[in-house]
């Protein structure tokens, strides 16, 4: 079985945990000029390598943001809707929950202060042989492959729990 875990955005990742390890990739995207935009090739690939794998994937949910703008916000729904989209078409089991909820799971909250500090420290901790860097010349950890990688971890939580009902 290998877990899932998505952090949507152009600037997130998908990592994955599975008795072989756990493996991180940022989010493939394309730069046309000044714009980025999502490589569908690249997460055709990504997907098709999870295929026979025994896939369980968890996918954020995304929403828009105030002052984010009418583009951004465009932005996010469509790649949120790439993703969803890939899941699907490789029949790929799956939830799509709210960062809270999956935060909630570690003890991340907004009230405790940054959120993406919160999760660094519990991905390090849970995972510390695990690279965060987004390149090797990288000198602080990816906030896309922390999330995704957290996320990849609710994942497994999830399915072991739901497993407990179908036995």
């Not at 875990?5 to 940022?26: H, N, Q």
């Not at 569908?40 to 025994?54: I, N, S, T, V």
């Amino acid at each position: 079985m290998i877990f899932i875990g998505i952090d949507p955005g152009l600037s997130g990742a998908i990592a994955t945990i599975s008795p072989e390890g756990v493996l991180t990739f940022k989010m493939p995207i394309l730069s046309e000029g000044k714009r980025k935009i999502y490589n569908h090739f690249e997460l055709k690939m990504l997907f098709e390598r999870f295929q026979p794998l025994d896939p369980y994937a968890i996918l954020e949910q995304q929403h828009a943001m105030p002052k984010q703008g009418v583009v951004s916000t465009l932005s996010i729904g469509y790649g949120f809707g790439a993703l969803k989209q890939c899941l699907v078409d490789f029949a790929i089991p799956h939830e799509v929950r709210r960062a809270n909820v999956w935060q909630k799971e570690f003890g991340i909250s907004a009230r405790k202060g940054n959120t993406k500090v919160q999760a660094l420290q519990i991905c390090q901790d849970l995972f510390p042989n695990v690279n965060l860097l987004a390149t090797e010349r990288s000198k602080k950890p990816h906030d896309g492959i922390v999330d995704a990688l957290l996320i990849a971890e609710y994942a497994r939580r999830r399915w072991g729990e739901a497993r407990k009902w179908l036995i």
